[in-house]
């Protein structure tokens, strides 16, 4: 079981599987448990390893100890933001390579802008689906393709 700890508080034993070589390391930043879990459980059947953090404050710290290959970031949190997560993680040499997801329910306008802005490398509104979160997270693992000079 995987057990995330922060200042002596246990949150929530997320998953039983360990992680292969092959599989795709996700971590889902989302201050909601049940997005977090939704999310989780959806993604870990279609063969994904997924962590989870309750905030940005939990989620910088375990992308900083531990390889992922995608962040999946809300942005309404309590202790530290998905904007400044994001910032922070894009900032770090450990961490500026990891693409970030951003999934939010921000509706307002200039919000995308503002996230992108931020460092997040794609940009999904809630409700989102798990199909469509799986694809989003799978667009941003394909290889990039060298653009012709």
Request: hydrophobic share 40%; with cysteine; charged share 30%.
């Amino acid at each position: 079981m995987i057990t995330v700890a922060w200042c002596g508080t246990k949150y929530r034993e997320r998953s039983t599987q360990v992680a292969t070589r092959a599989q795709r390391r996700i971590l889902i930043v989302d201050d909601v448990e049940d997005n977090r879990d939704m999310y989780a459980l959806y993604l870990e059947h279609a063969g994904f390893h997924v962590e989870v953090a309750p905030d940005g404050e939990v989620g910088l710290q375990m992308a900083q100890n531990k390889p992922f290959d995608v962040i999946v970031m809300d942005l309404s949190m309590p202790k530290m933001d998905g904007w400044e997560a994001t910032r922070r993680l894009k900032a770090d040499n450990r961490t500026r390579h990891i693409p970030i997801l951003i999934l939010t329910g921000h509706a307002l306008k200039g919000a995308e802008r503002e996230a992108l802005a931020a460092g997040g490398d794609r940009y999904c509104m809630k409700p989102c689906l798990p199909e469509q979160l799986e694809e989003e997270i799978r667009q941003l693992l394909r290889p990039k393709r060298p653009r012709p000079r």
